[in-house]
């Protein structure tokens, strides 16, 4: 599809064991952002990344967070030692570059620890 | 699919009046505002933008108004329909750098 596209749509999982979500931004796409949505909550910014440059790191929670974009294109968001805290929805965008475009969001993935 | 944002601040209308969705944002330096929809299960939809150097922009139905000098803005949908139903999220950035602040959301609910 043209769109921002998520893997898995539902994830869950016990708490201590990690986890691996997957963004593909749209084609041409050279900035791509993760956000969490807690129920009943805002987006959150968690990190970053803009072609070559390093990524913006600043939102992570915690060191159990990380996050990288290989060739430019496809993400992962990694939580390692997942707790029930982490639990939300991971959202994912992209826009087309640096300043002032929209960013198009994927559907997200809801991520249940138990 | 899961609900987003169980305990927003709710917003009735009746199919084809006028909405309006408030948001108040708090960064006095920020220079770039958008809103977004998002509906229950699906990621948030792009619906309009505005840069600080603007007052107002129109798009299909829906109308952005911004405040500097109170730190608001508004989102106003024309002839509300069902489809419009959805959370309603009002972001903002600064300087050229796209990391947005989204405000916690404002659910539309319209009534036949």
């Known amino acids: 599809g043209a769109g921002v596209s998520q893997s898995p749509s539902n994830k869950v999982t016990e708490k201590g064991k990690d986890v691996e979500l997957r963004c593909d931004p749209i084609?041409?796409?050279?900035?791509l952002y993760w956000y969490r949505q807690s129920l009943g909550q805002g987006l959150e910014f968690l990190i970053y990344f803009q072609g070559n440059s390093a990524p913006d790191k600043s939102g992570l929670p915690s060191d159990r967070f990380s996050a990288e974009r290989t060739g430019g294109s496809v993400s992962t968001l990694t939580i390692q030692r997942t707790q029930q805290e982490d639990s939300a929805v991971y959202l994912c965008?992209?826009?087309?570059?640096?300043?002032?475009?929209?960013?198009?969001f994927g559907a997200g993935t809801r991520l249940s620890v138990l | 699919g899961e609900s987003v944002g169980l305990h927003l601040p709710t917003l009735s209308v009746q199919e084809g009046d006028n909405s309006i969705i408030n948001c108040a944002y708090s960064n006095s330096a920020s220079d770039y505002f958008i809103w977004y929809k998002q509906e229950s299960g699906k990621g948030p939809q792009f619906i309009i933008d505005?840069?600080?150097?603007?007052d107002k922009r129109q798009g299909q139905r829906v109308t952005v108004l911004l405040n500097k000098t109170v730190k608001h803005l508004s989102l106003q949908i024309a002839a509300t329909q069902p489809g419009d139903s959805a959370v309603y999220f009002c972001?903002?950035?600064?300087?050229?750098?796209?990391?947005?602040?989204f405000g916690a959301g404002t659910r539309l609910a319209v009534h036949p």
């Open positions: 965008a992209s826009s087309e570059d640096r300043g002032w475009n929209i960013q198009y």
């Open positions: 972001a903002e950035g600064t300087g050229g750098y796209n990391k947005l602040i």
């Open positions: 505005i840069r600080s150097n603007m």
């Open positions: 084609s041409g796409h050279t900035a």
